[in-house]
Nanobody, 123 residues
Framework: QVQLVESGGGSVQAGGSLRLSCAAS?????MSWFRQAPGKEREGVAA???????TYADSVKGRFTVSKDNAKNTLYLQMNSLEPEDTAMYYC????????????????????WGQGTQVTVSS
């Protein structure tokens, strides 16, 4: 069982930046970030597999960067040029095995989930 703990959320104005962190209690091969806004479905944001291969949702490409510190089993999400539409609860997810690119932003393939951290962007 792997536990995931997110941190780094907060409130910022549009155009600002935040860096989210997800600390895992054990090693996992695939990790990702999802978000869910009130009244909307959960959306895959960014994923990293094997600490190298990255995948992004079109809505965040060029603004968000996912990275991982393998020594610390910690996944990061650097969010720049934030928009009000980015307001959501952000969740970290992980899976022990390799996930092919086409499935990396699909929530159902992940085994472990964190409790979430709130990001609020005001205009």
């Amino acid at each position: 069982q792997v536990q995931l703990v997110e941190s780094g959320g907060g409130s910022v104005q549009a155009g600002g930046s935040l860096r989210l962190s997800c600390a895992a209690s054990g090693s996992t091969r695939s990790m990702s970030w999802f978000r869910q806004a009130p009244g909307k479905e959960r959306e895959g944001v960014a994923a990293m597999t094997d600490g190298v291969s990255t995948t992004y949702a079109d809505s965040v490409k060029g603004r968000f960067t996912v990275s991982k510190d393998n020594a610390k089993n910690t996944l990061y999400l650097q969010m720049n040029s934030l928009e009000p539409e980015d307001t959501a609860m952000y969740y970290c997810a992980a899976a022990p095995g390799y996930i092919t690119r086409s499935w990396r932003l699909v929530g159902g393939v992940y085994t472990y989930w964190g409790q979430g951290t709130q990001v609020t962007v005001s205009s």
